[in-house]
């Protein structure tokens, strides 16, 4: 990849910055594949999970009551 372009230094995005936008899309994907009247389960959520360990959160559990 070239890192100039007209003799002008080319600022490229982290690759964090890349990460989390693409984990960003697949949750928006998640949300929009819920049937109409149907629940977002944020504990099957993959994009949620890898979104949270990007962050550097802890993920969300729950106990069963």
């Known amino acids: 990849?070239?890192?100039?372009r007209f003799g002008r230094k080319i600022?490229?995005?982290?690759?964090?910055?890349?990460k989390h936008q693409?984990?960003?899309?697949?949750f928006e994907?998640?949300?929009r594949a819920?049937?109409?009247?149907g629940h977002f389960e944020e504990n099957e959520s993959p994009a949620l999970?890898?979104?949270?360990?990007?962050r550097g959160s802890?993920?969300?559990c729950?106990?069963?009551d």
Request: a positive charge.
């Open 29 to 31: 994907d998640e949300i």
């Open 34 to 37: 819920i049937p109409t009247g």
């Open 49 to 54: 999970a890898m979104l949270q360990r990007l």
């Open 1 to 4: 990849m070239r890192a100039h």
């Open 58 to 60: 802890p993920p969300a």
């Open 22 to 26: 693409l984990l960003t899309m697949m």
């Open 11 to 18: 600022k490229l995005p982290s690759t964090l910055a890349l």
């Open 62 to 64: 729950r106990r069963p």
